[in-house]
């Protein structure tokens, strides 16, 4: 049965009610699901229930998802962020600001071994965050900076939500979804710290530098820089292993996931209570996301039956100023979605209606995937929902008020927009890595 | 009453966390598998015909199990703008109310889970790679975790019962 | 039962009655860009349509859109979809008799020899027969013009084959294997970087898929070969199909069959497309000599003897391919 639009809106705004009332995610997706098919289908439509939980689970490229989880949950507890952030210590602290830059230094390449965010927020809340304050920096900046640094994560390659996105268009390929990440994860990291400089040049107060007789010495220094060893061989593993053509994208998760315990052996900190709160924590977060990619998956069967792509592509044509209102539409609803919900569930919802009317404008499917994530990035941060606003308020003590996070997290928020808006306006720098690989 | 639903709760509880504890161990027969498949092609010229169809194993169960587990500790990521800033009680009557929601998704997605694992064992549907995976253990894994997942939501709906009753949190077996 | 809920079928009438026009949904295992959804789904509908003289319109779906491309099969079981554009590579999960239509390179070296073993030699008659035990009517074979080997490195016997990684197939890799090369498995979207990056240095895979996914720009070598790896099938819901009046049924296989040769000369046109993109990015086409063919042949046929016990369900198409390359090679010889 051919759907309206005031119809899909409808299942859309009943669908939003269910999700608000504080029904979990995958059942609020797979509710709306049935209630469709019921409307606008018949009956034979509920076998997509079980295609729909079928097709995720032997997804094969959603193998890398727990690989790359495992990865971020072992890499929390080896102690590797400690040695990056005294080594940054070491060179950085004499620096107005020093300590600032030196946690997006550390979240960068935190996100260019793991596939998401969490790790690096919550690690760098523990180690930076305290530190910092010791110092005298700005409490908004210190928090700031872990909150944005964290999401770097999922622009600098390997990153989960690249996976997921991927997964929705035959024409994207994963891994140079990755490398098309690359350029525009250093470009928020150089803006970040930017910031941070100019901030501090204009109120010195605001990120002292420690005085000079505190600095540590030269063999101090010299001596902390092993830190960067384990680092290397994991991005090695992961990135190295993809770009030398020793592994898929999917099996070089599984590279990563596998150096991380051995380097975590190496360093005596894997202990079988360690390895177990890690394989459960991930069993939790892989259990949830499959189950959300499932009722995604049957919600999308319904929506391609009732015709909403071909719906929204007319109406998308249609419109006025032809592509760039389109384009500029989906990133404003992505937006408001991000406020409301969590990376998954924006993906899962928008990317398989998005992308097919991405193509049908000739729109570079990769560049718009690219500028897909970096919004994303937003989501991360804005409040009432956001993955690391939680992370954050989890770690801090509890006398910082939520709020005091959320206003840390407006400047960078409006850095990363600056970022999109970069990108935007020169695709070269997603589409020049990737174009370059031989 | 209190007594049957208690120990319900208990023995569904402990179901969804033993049976998490032991699946997350695939977790690293993938690790294993995938590691194994590189250096075996990439130095000895001999890449495996199992690792691919031993990782898609693996993520079938761990996503037959890990829903009922993830359930279990509170992990199934909610939007919570209005439900946060309501009072203990008043989530509790929200999550019974959405209950019938989920009641509904479950049972369609338990009944077509089944019905699907009885036709891929009637006409033995396996997995098209040269290892032949009989397709019907997986979608029996399935089955199995969609029900567990539908059982941990009756447990987590008796727990709002008792919330609503005694406006007190449920002692839980398993925290976070 | 198969487990599907068959309501959305019409009430099973028998032949003569009269019959209320009905929709079929039917899916494409390939999207826009891919022949699949570009040439041969459009063809069908026409021929559908125009065979049932309207009775039934034909809803064409991409991938993904109802099922995903490996459940096309199971859908068209349960009656999810009433037809779908498949690939053997999918349905063998279901149906062994599948196996069968993937042959190894250089079985066939012209569309009209590969006609002959699937309508006059009765491989088709088998594969009709095999389905319709799972509950599937295999409406006919799907040309998509030549398949085609293509690497980073030069393939003029099997010897070049050996030490190489080549991205398979699930039924590819025994045979690839046997040829002395490493498999891997990734998916189809990722094939391009994986040549750029060297991660794999060769794959079997249709003349117009190279062109539609550019792979030109990342191989120096490509071998075309008839019917090597996965062509494509039309398969229909058995109660859609029975459906239908039943000297209407006998016109639509007809009506499929005769498709086959203006299906391979659409793809020939892509085709030609195809090769000029390979001469504009000195992309070597090159012929394997006829004595290396007959090696491949030999391989092959010795595989497929140790196929017809891995996969008993085959076995008859397999003896009906061999037969009909003994014929054949005693006819040249
Ligand atoms: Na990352
Ligand atoms: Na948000």
Redesign the interface.
Known sequence: MEASLGAVLVLMLVMMI???????????L??TA?LAVLVFW??????????G???????????AI??FL?MANILERTGIADDLYEMMYNWMSGIRGGLAMATVVICAIFGAMCGGSGAATVTMGLIALPSMKKRGYDEKIAMGVILAGGVLGIIIPPSIPMVIL?QY????????LFFAGVIPGILCAIIYCIYIGVRCAINPNLCPAIPKEERPSWNEKVKSLSAVIAPAILIVAVLG???????????A???G??CS?IIALLRRKLTIKILNES??K???????I???L??AAMLN?VL??MGV?KLLQDAAMALPGGANTVMILMMLLNFVLGC???D??VITLTAPIYL?LI?ALGIDPLWFSLIFMLNLQMAYLTP??GFNLFFLKSIVPKDVPVTRIYKAAIPFIALQLVALLICWNFPTLITWL?SK?? | MDKISKSFVNSVDRLSHLIGEIGKWFLMVMVFSLMFEVIARYFFKAPTIWAADVCEQCMILLGSIGGAYSYLYDQFVRIDLLYEKLSLRRRAILDICTFVIFAIFMYMVVTTNFEAMFTAYEINITSPTIMRIPYGYGRTAVAIGSVLLALQGISILIKNIHVLRYNEPYPQLYHN | GCGGNDASDPGATSSGETMEPVVWKIESAYGTGDQCMDIQMPMLKKVIEETTGGLVTVEMYEPDSICTAADIPMAVINGTLQGGLSSPNDTCAIVDAAYSETTPPFFFTSKEQQYDCLYNAGWVDFLREAYYEKGIIYGGFAPQGDQAFLSTFSMMSIDDMNGHVLRALASQADFLTSCGASTVTMSGSDIYMGFQLGTIEGTLFGMCDMYGMGWYEVISHCVPCVNAGSPCNFIFNKAAWEALPEDMQADLYEAIQNMYFDLYAESEKLQQVALDACAEHNVVVQDVPQEEVARFVEVGMELMETWKEKYPGAAKGFDIILDWEKENLAANS
């Open positions: 269910v999700m608000t009332s504080g029904l979990p995610v995958p059942f609020a797979g509710g049935i018949d009956p034979s439509g509920f076998i997509s229930v079980s295609n939980v079928w097709s995720t689970f032997i997804g094969d490229s959603y193998v727990p690989m495992l991927s268009s035959r024409s994207i390929s994963v891994g140079k292993s993809i770009y030398m053509g020793l592994a898929t994208p999917v099996e998760a599984g590279l996931a596998g315990i394989l459960a991930t069993l939790k977060l892989i259990g949830m499959l189950w959300i499932a009722a069967t391609n039956v792509n409301l919900m969590d998954y569930a097919p193509e009432p929902y990737p690989l031989i």
